[in-house]
């Protein structure tokens, strides 16, 4: 007989403490604990389900633990930003979205004293210190919606303010700053205090004074390179964002002191023909791959797929200098003028480089494949191997197409072939999986020498090119496998379901276009491919494919698995890249040690704490990467458009909020905004439910999505920013919410204050300065218009 039924509280409170003690804790393991049977686990499923919809939790699955959904993980890497009126210090997550996550939740820092009594309690830090706090999810309590406890002070964050120095004639200077949103506030540098700093410099100043009624002035703090020089617009963003981009001298000294790794307890895959295939332009290999027919006669149609990774843990050593470091960085940097790596160049793109015809150490997977794309099996070996050839994706395509150079046909029938065979019917397991399939083009800067944007390209997505994303999936599919089976510690990634605001943002913009997205029914990848599929070959599709990947959570390094969404996959681990990622480098540790494979593994008694740590710094290191990167870009296209002032581009809309329109340009991808001042003789006003503005007077609308014609008024290239004018008319709105006069909806106006687009009524100075123009239509042509034209 089933026990009575628990309340709400009792359930939440289990959860909690399950998750405290770091153990994962489902439906089951619920339905256990209260002695729930019967009908008990019915009501149990309900209501786990009823705590899903209200955000408490992310799931009644038993095969994947309760995870809140929308909230901040246990552990998280956090800034200190102030004080309350209490003097009690709190702080927010340190790498944080607003665009997409909105306002950052308030942590209250749980006061040292009451944990003076603790050995290893943490100092107390200070305003602007990034630190790595234990969070208690709090209901509300004073504006705080968590309490975080100081398990470590990671370092004081640089409060400082970056821009691009100007020299005056008289000796002193001027500050440009490099933040969008500080655009048009420059600040003054009297003489004497210009330091070292030269016309055109990236420099740190400390600001001295500022008044209500001129700008601030300021100090230069420190020289950090020159753009003139260097010639490299990523320098902004790597002190922007703290990216470590020198090593430090015992790192440097230590990976010099490497050599080679031996063949002692290594098995001699020497004669398999293992290749590496990688983008023309790569400096190190960290992967090979190699396919055959499986000659088990109890397998008919299957093969055999060996995927090697580099050996990098036979180099890095748990808490070298070389250790410290990779973690500190959590990943490469990916820049269009340079690579800031995770490890030494003598590492990377040495010893850990699989190169043709060298000998070099790695871990393989051995992964046996059935002919209907399910894999029967596989098994990991730590490897002698040597690469007997190094293509390009493009060399690869073409061969297998049966028009290859020289080199890449000479192997066509013995090693491509047998791969191309392999992954159709890897391909036929990954169809009936049913992942996640967006289709968006990846725009490629191509440089000049001096570092500019010489032109945009999007390259061809090939078929070789899924060929080792799927082989490397299902490698790393093995590896978190083979670590739970063993019981093993890991670092997962995951990937949570899109929460219901963004669900519910997504249905009010497929609505737009007349798709009804279900209220009903569990939420899979395969419900958004469906959508995918309505849209195929039409004018929407780029745009469509664009919203439904802003609607997708963030991935995820964590120690406890709760599944990879956009994969469908119920276990899913980085292992397939150890010279670029940490969490990587983890699971390869923690594979030699648990399949006895040397003494450099992961060490003896790594905690679930100690991972979940490291986690949660190198997600945050990711999170500053992408930034950075995606930063770089923006201005590297502002610097490409800085002379093309006046001319006119063909786009669509990829955001609207009440200050005005964020535009997305054809071919170059730019990114720009249309303040709503500049959109013609009317008021518009802010329709979220339809995400438009909408004129007052002429109902004239602007919705997400619309295809539109601008000219370029403004570029700001130190900060990425693009200003343009709308040349092509909005669209007549037919349809309007239930008692509502048109553009009379709670946010009627123009630009708004506080906006970083606008000032008061939007027409005051914004990010550009003072408006060009007073007039109500500034700019916009009526008469003689033309017409409108992946981290898994």
């Given at each position: 007989m089933s026990a009575p039924e628990p309340s709400r509280e009792a359930i939440l409170a289990f959860i909690d403490s399950e998750r405290e003690a770091g153990r994962a804790v489902g439906r089951s393991e619920i339905a256990k604990a209260f002695g729930l049977s019967g009908a008990g686990k019915i009501w149990l499923k309900r209501l786990l389900k009823e705590l899903e919809e209200e955000g408490e939790t992310g799931g009644d699955g038993v095969e994947r633990p309760v995870h809140p959904r929308g909230a901040l993980p246990p552990v998280l890497l956090c800034e200190i930003k102030g004080k309350d009126r209490d003097g009690d210090p709190h702080a927010v997550?340190?790498?944080?979205?607003?665009?997409?996550?909105?306002?950052?939740?308030r942590i209250l820092i749980e006061r040292q004293r009451e944990f003076r009594a603790k050995r290893n309690a943490a100092p107390a830090p200070g305003i602007g210190d990034h630190v790595l706090l234990k969070l208690t999810r709090l209901k509300g309590v004073d504006g705080y919606t968590y309490s975080g406890r100081v398990l470590k002070v990671m370092g004081k964050g640089k409060a400082q303010v970056l821009g691009i120095f100007r020299a005056m004639p008289d000796g002193s200077g001027r500050l440009i700053p490099i933040d969008k949103k500080a655009q048009g506030r420059e600040a003054l540098i009297p003489r004497g205090q210009t330091g070292d700093a030269e016309d055109g410099d990236l420099v740190s100043v400390a600001l001295r004074s500022e008044s209500r009624f001129g700008p601030p002035e300021a100090q230069v703090r420190e020289r950090l390179g020159s753009l003139k020089s260097e010639r490299a617009v990523s320098l902004i963003a790597i002190h922007a964002h703290g990216i470590p981009h020198v090593f430090q001298p015992a790192t440097i000294a230590?990976?010099?002191?490497?050599?080679?790794?031996g063949t002692v307890g290594r098995e001699d895959w020497?004669?398999?023909?293992?290749?590496?295939?990688?983008?023309?332009?790569?400096?190190?290999?960290?992967?090979?791959?190699?396919?055959?027919?499986?000659?088990?006669?109890?397998?008919?149609?299957g093969y055999v797929v060996t995927v090697a990774i580099a050996d990098v843990a036979a180099y890095v050593r748990p808490g070298s200098a070389l250790d410290r470091e990779a973690l500190e960085r959590g990943n490469s940097v990916y820049f269009p003028d340079r690579v800031v790596p995770m490890l030494p160049e003598r590492i990377s793109n040495d010893l850990c480089s699989l190169r043709e015809g060298e000998d070099r150490p790695a871990l393989a997977v051995r992964l046996v494949l059935k002919a209907?794309?399910?894999?029967?099996?596989?098994?990991?070996?730590?490897?002698?191997?040597?690469?007997?050839?190094?293509?390009?994706?493009?060399?690869?395509?073409?061969?297998?197409?049966?028009?290859?150079?020289?080199?890449?046909?000479?192997?066509?029938?013995?090693?491509l072939m047998p791969l191309w065979a392999a992954y159709g019917i890897a391909a036929r397991g990954r169809d009936g999986r049913q992942p996640l399939d967006l289709d968006l083009p990846e725009r490629k800067l191509i440089l000049k020498a001096d570092g500019s944007v010489d032109r945009v390209v999007v390259p061809d997505r090939?078929?070789?090119?899924?060929?080792?994303?799927?082989?490397?999936?299902?490698?790393?599919?093995?590896?978190?496998?083979t670590l739970e089976k063993a019981g093993s510690q890991l670092i997962y990634r995951c990937h949570d379901e899109p929460s219901v605001e963004k669900m519910r943002a997504l249905g009010e913009v497929l609505a737009s276009i007349g798709i009804k997205l279900p209220k009903e029914g569990a939420l899979r990848p395969v419900l958004f491919n469906r959508i995918l599929g309505m849209i195929k070959g039409s004018e929407n599709e780029t745009f469509i494919n664009e919203v439904v990947l802003r609607s997708q959570a963030q991935a995820e390094y964590v120690a406890e698995n709760y599944g990879h969404f956009g994969l469908n996959l119920r276990r899913y681990a980085h292992f397939t890249s150890p010279i670029r990622r940490y969490a990587d480098l983890v699971v390869h540790r923690a594979l030699i040690a648990s399949q006895k494979f040397g003494d450099d593994g992961l060490p003896r008694g790594t905690t679930l704490e100690a991972l979940r740590e490291v986690s949660t710094r190198i997600s945050a290191a990711e999170r500053r990467a992408m930034a950075a990167e995606r930063e770089t870009v923006d201005r590297l296209i502002a610097h490409f458009l800085a002379d093309q002032i006046g001319s006119s581009f063909d786009g669509r809309i990829g955001g609207v909020n009440r200050a005005g329109l964020f535009i997305k340009l054809d071919g170059t991808g730019a990114d720009g905004f249309i303040p709503a001042s500049t959109l013609g003789a009317d008021y518009y006003r802010y329709d979220e439910a339809i995400h438009a503005l909408i004129g007052e007077r002429t109902g004239e609308s602007f919705?997400?999505?619309?295809?539109?014609?601008?000219?370029?008024?403004?570029?700001?290239?130190?900060?990425?920013?693009?200003?343009?004018?709308?040349?092509?008319?909005?669209?007549?709105?037919?349809?309007?919410?239930?008692?509502?006069?048109?553009?009379?909806?709670?946010?009627?106006?123009?630009?708004?204050?506080?906006?970083?687009?606008?000032?008061?009524?939007?027409?005051?100075?914004?990010?550009?300065?003072?408006?060009?123009?007073?007039?109500?239509?500034?700019?916009?042509?009526?008469?003689?218009?033309?017409?409108?034209?992946?981290?898994?």
């Open positions: 997550p340190l790498e944080w979205n607003a665009a997409d996550q909105g306002t950052p939740p230590e990976a010099d002191a490497v050599r080679p790794a020497r004669a398999l023909a293992l290749i590496t295939i990688d983008p023309a332009d790569a400096k190190d290999h960290d992967d090979a791959v190699h396919a055959a027919p499986d000659e088990d006669p109890e397998n008919p149609g209907d794309g399910s894999k029967k099996g596989h098994s990991f070996h730590r490897i002698l191997m040597r690469s007997a050839a190094k293509l390009s994706y493009q060399q690869a395509q073409a061969a297998i197409d049966g028009q290859g150079d020289e080199k890449a046909a000479a192997i066509r029938d013995t090693i090939l078929a070789a090119h899924k060929l080792i994303e799927e082989f490397m999936i299902l490698a790393n599919v093995a590896a978190a496998e919705r997400l999505g619309d295809r539109v014609h601008v000219r370029l008024v403004e570029a700001a290239p130190v900060a990425g920013a693009l200003r343009f004018e709308l040349l092509s008319d909005g669209r007549a709105v037919t349809t309007q919410r239930s008692g509502e006069r048109p553009g009379r909806g709670p946010f009627a106006g123009r630009g708004r204050a506080g906006s970083p687009f606008g000032g008061p009524g939007g027409g005051g100075p914004g990010r550009f300065g003072p408006g060009r123009s007073g007039k109500p239509n500034s700019g916009k042509a009526k008469s003689g218009k033309s017409k409108p034209g992946k981290r898994r």
